[in-house]
T-cell receptor, first 111, second 116 residues
Framework: DGGITQSPKYLFRKEGQNVTLSCEQN?????MYWYRQDPGQGLRLIYY???????QKGDIAEGYSVSREKKESFPLTVTSAQKNPTAFYLC??????????FGDGTRLSIL | AQSVAQPEDQVNVAEGNPLTVKCTYS??????LFWYVQYPNRGLQFLLK??????LVKGSYGFEAEFNKSQTSFHLKKPSALVSDSALYFC??????????????FGSGTQLTVLP
């Protein structure tokens, strides 16, 4: 079945460490998105990509970086510059004007 | 700029009773509206959408939503709630044919609890 796979499901970061969250889709969607979810704040857009080798900052890009070298993959790196990284991270993809499809998320915590 | 408001953080309803989860929006242009549901530690699941046409939209699991342009609202409804409907519900909007990155703006979410 087609879908979006996020890994790992749980991730722990030490102070000063960069960590990378994986997002892979086999839906052949052009657009991919990364959101951060905090309690009571809904979803906030971190980065998005409409085509391979191109991406744009969302509303809260500071302290994060992404790459889009393949259509299927859109990894997110949480850098040490992100001082409050504890959150639930969601990846989504979309084709045309269809609804976004979401992965099951990665929960990042600080050690 | 586009925005979405879900005025209720929490909605409680008895099983078998009708439920309503409220959503209002603000966009410059024609809105493209969505409802999603999220269960604990899972991603968002699409419920229904409105683009154009009939103001009453029917979606998955017996849910429906009514688009009201004059009140800029898109409330989610279900005639008879089930305990299994208990979850976090998100309303989202973007501008149709914006030519931009087709970004969605999400509301803050409403936790629905259906009491047995």
């Amino acid at each position: 079945d087609g879908g979006i796979t996020q890994s790992p499901k749980y991730l722990f970061r030490k102070e000063g460490q960069n960590v990378t969250l994986s997002c892979e889709q086999n839906l052949n969607h052009d657009a991919m998105y990364w959101y951060r979810q905090d309690p009571g704040q809904g979803l906030r857009l971190i980065y998005y990509s409409q085509i391979v080798n191109d991406f744009q900052k969302g509303d809260i890009a500071e302290g994060y970086s992404v790459s889009r070298e393949k259509k299927e993959s859109f990894p997110l790196t949480v850098t040490s510059a992100q001082k409050n990284p504890t959150a639930f991270y969601l990846c989504a993809s979309m084709a045309g004007d269809q609804p976004q499809h979401f992965g099951d998320g990665t929960r990042l915590s600080i050690l | 700029a586009q925005s979405v408001a879900q005025p209720e953080d929490q909605v409680n309803v008895a099983e078998g009773n009708p439920l309503t989860v409220k959503c209002t929006y603000s966009v410059s242009g024609n809105p493209y509206l969505f409802w999603y549901v999220q269960y604990p530690n899972r991603g968002l699941q699409f419920l229904l959408k409105y683009i154009t046409g009939d103001n009453l939209v029917k979606g998955s699991y017996g849910f429906e939503a009514e688009f009201n342009k004059s009140q800029t609202s898109f409330h989610l409804k279900k005639p008879s709630a089930l305990v299994s409907d208990s979850a976090l519900y998100f309303c989202a909007v973007r501008v149709l044919s914006s030519g931009s990155a087709r970004q969605l703006t999400f509301g803050s979410g409403t936790q629905l609890t259906v009491l047995p």
